[in-house]
Each structure stands twice: as C-alpha cells, then as structure tokens.
C-alpha cells in the first residue's frame, strides 16, 4: 500500500469525519455565544483557516480577537482563539 492509498482509507475517512464534526461544533458555540450577533463571515474565516490549514496571520488573529473581544468578552476570545489559531 502506498502513501496516497492510505490517505484515502478509511482511518483518514474517521479522522476528516471526526475533524468536521468538531469544527461543527465549534461554529455551533460560536453563533450561540454570539447569538444574533454572530458575524457569518468571521466563522467562515475560520473554517477555511482551519479546514485548509493555513496558519492564521497576526492581522487575522487581532481581527478575530477584536470581534470577539468585542461581542462577548476575554474569555470566550481566549477559548475560540486558543482552539481554532495554533
């Protein structure tokens, strides 16, 4: 079995399956803890951050943390950021 065969087997298939389920639930969290407040284009930012794994420039970073910050305190920015921005 070569690389590009495992990389389509069914343990990636789990991991991709597991990947998008948590970054589900994190866009879940994200507009509840922001409700009505919650910017579509800041969680879409982030999915595609994270989906693609980009890593996240410090522009991005402040600007995710600012937008937080602003709608719902330190520590929820610190909980979203310290997940999604490694």
Same mark, same amino acid.
């Given at each position: ?7 389509? %087997? ?5 991991? /991709?399956? $597991?990947?998008?389920? &948590? ?7 994200? /507009?509840?803890?922001? %409700?009505? $407040? ?14 693609? &794994?980009?890593?996240?420039? %410090? ?13 719902? %305190?330190?520590? $929820?920015?610190?909980?979203? $950021? ?5």
């Amino acid at each position: 079995m070569d690389d590009s065969e495992f990389s389509q %087997g069914p343990k990636a298939q789990q991991l /991709k399956d $597991l990947e998008e389920r &948590r970054l589900s639930t994190m866009k879940n969290v994200i /507009k509840s803890s922001l %409700g009505l $407040l919650a910017n579509n284009t800041v969680i879409a930012s982030i999915s595609s951050l994270k989906m693609e &794994r980009l890593p996240a420039s %410090g522009v991005q970073r402040r600007s995710m943390s600012s937008l937080l910050n602003k709608n719902h %305190g330190a520590i $929820l920015k610190s909980v979203l $950021l310290q997940s999604f921005i490694r």
